[in-house]
C-alpha cells in the first residue's frame, strides 16, 4: 500500500515516544515510523503506484506550502481499521485539510477515513486500556508548528519513501 505523508520534525516523533510510555500495554510506534497521512494512494504494485503518483501530482500543481502544528491529544476508541484505541497526536492545519481535499477530488477517497472522515494526526499507540488512553488524552501538551514544503510518497510494504513532491508543486 502506498500513500501521501507529511515529513514530521523529529521534535514530533520524540514527542509521541515519550508520551507512548505512559500508555501501560498499549503497543507504541517505534521512533521514525510515526507518520501523518495526507491521502492513501491504493496502490499495491509498482505500476499502480506510479499512475497514481502522476495524478497526485497533477492534483497538486500550484498547490502551495502550508504550515502545520501538533496540538493535543486524543483516541479513537473504535477505530475504522485495526485494534483500539488508537491514541494519537491531533494536527492542526487548514493548509493540510486543502491538499486532502484536492486530492479526494482527484483520487477517491477511502470512506470512512477519508474525505470528511479525515481526522490528521500522528499515532502514538494501538491497543492497551481504554482508561490509559482517556487518561492521556486530558493531558495538555506543548504546540510544535512546522511549515511543509515538500511531501513523501510511502511505500508501506517495504518501509521506505518512494519520491516526493515539493510545494508550492
Known sequence: MYSLNVPLPSDVSARAST???????????????????????????RTAFQRQATRVREALAGAPAFAAAVVDVDYFADPVTGSGPVVYLTVDSPGLHRIHTRL???LAPVEGIEGEDYTPHVTIA????????????????EPIEWDVSELH??????ATSAGSVSLPA
Do not use: Q
Open 19 to 45: 508520551l507512548a510510555r505512559e500508555l501501560g500495554t498499549a503497543r507504541p510506534r517505534a521512533r521514525g515510523e510515526h507518520t501523518l497521512v495526507v491521502k492513501r494512494l491504493g496502490a499495491d504494485d
Open 104 to 106: 479526494c477530488d482527484a
Open 126 to 141: 494501538r491497543g492497551g486500556s481504554i482508561e490509559a488512553a482517556r487518561s492521556l488524552s486530558t493531558r495538555e501538551i
Open 153 to 158: 510518497f510511502w511505500d508501506a510494504a517495504r
